[in-house]
Nanobody
């Protein structure tokens, strides 16, 4: 069983930065791939960034490449999402999720555990 708790969301002006954190409980965090998803009102949930169990492999949605960076610290059971050059279209609830296979997937139904989400609002 893994419990995930996101933090770091908030209100920021366009062009600004935020750093999201996702703290995980449980003994086997280092074996899980982790993903950051987001869902805006009226839109489907989408994968923003993902990282494999070791941190050696990452993947990003085209809309955030070059602006967002996912990383993890397995010693701290935490995954991060550094978001720079934020745009109003980045406004959404951001969720972290854990995939027990160790290899990330773009499909949300393949993730085993989810956090409660944190709101990110980017004003123009």
């Amino acid at each position: 069983q893994v419990q995930l708790v996101e933090s770091g969301g908030g209100l920021v002006q366009a062009g600004g930065s935020l750093r999201l954190s996702c703290a995980a409980s449980g003994r086997f965090f280092s074996s899980y791939a982790m993903g950051w998803f987001r869902q805006a009102p009226g839109k489907e949930r989408e994968l923003v960034a993902a990282i494999n169990w070791s941190g050696a492999s990452t993947s990003y949605a085209d809309s955030v490449k070059g602006r967002f960076t996912i990383s993890r610290d397995n010693a701290k059971n935490t995954v991060y999402l550094q978001m720079n050059s934020l745009k109003p279209e980045d406004t959404a609830v951001y969720y972290c999720a854990a995939d027990g296979s160790g290899s990330y997937s773009p499909r949300d139904h393949e993730y085993d555990y989810w956090g409660q989400g944190t709101q990110v609002t980017v004003s123009s």
